[in-house]
């Protein structure tokens, strides 16, 4: 089962850019009848997570009134993705479009998400289609722009000099990693406005901000570590662990060095606050990790001011971002096979 390729992912979006229709409204019309859609979650014994996911999936179903919507998740918990598509095919579905709740693309996206489709569209006599992972769509950036800003805006102003920014990614093995996280990271950086994506929804998301220094780092799988980068952050990282950072083993070498070079080097001051935002979807284990790495820098640097920004959470943001992905594979459905 393959994804949208690039080219038609962006002339779809290029398509809706130039629409005045809300993305329920412009989703909407290309679902039919016999056409259902399916939210995939990555599933967790969390009863944060599991609950955030499903609220999710009812607001999708919300904002798509008389589409058949069903929730199927990978791993950990049910109902699997198996079972909600029998679900789907009971309420007289033909035709499914399958968008998954991933930030990025990565192994689950590509790999096992794909064949627990395919598996469960034979056994449930539907024609299954995979929309994309979310990665750097405007709702998607918008709501982090909003989080941010939420967690600002309750604080004293610095220069931006003075405060540093951390991201933090649940993290891959997939090599396209850390590409991603940075072009997301970047995004959420630019001072383009994207508030025509969603007026309503966040209100606080067009506060430019441009941190004096930042860093990357992964939970899990990848790196820079969640460790490293706070460390980098805090100035409290060697030359050689930076450059460890940023060139073993990875296979983007130039773009790599030339961050290694613009990077602020150790002797640079230290930032009087450091802001970590975990760009994670919903509640679990690996944003209670984030949580409790902050609280030993606290303790560790009680000289730095360390902020945290809420992980995206179940917004409508993200329903609106799920319904985008959807429409473009809805779109294609006829077009384009398994």
Known sequence: MKPLSTAAESALVVMEQQSSKPVEEWAAQFFSGTRGMLVVGHGTADATGSSETLAVARLVAQMLPGVPVELGFLEVIGPSIGEALLQLAARGCREVVAAPLLLFTAGHARQDVPDALREGALAAGVVVRQAEALGCLPEIVLLARQRRSEALARLTPLASAETALVMVGRGSSDPDALRQLQAFTAATLDSTDLSQYAPRYAPLAGQFFQPGRVEIGFVTAARPTLAEALAA????????????????GNPFPTINRRMLDEHPKPSDPVP?????????????????????????????????????????????????????????????????GI
């Open 272 to 336: 009087l606050r450091i802001i970590v935002q975990p760009h994670l979807l919903f509640g679990g284990h690996v944003h209670k990790q984030v949580l409790e790495a902050m609280n030993c820098c606290r303790e560790q640097h009680p000289d730095i001011e360390w902020v945290e920004v809420d992980r995206l959470g179940p917004a409508s943001l993200v329903a609106a971002a799920l319904l985008r992905r959807a429409g473009e594979a809805a779109h294609t459905f006829d077009s384009c």
């Open 233 to 248: 952050a805090a100035g409290t990282a060697s030359s050689a662990v930076r450059e460890k950072i940023f060139l073993a």
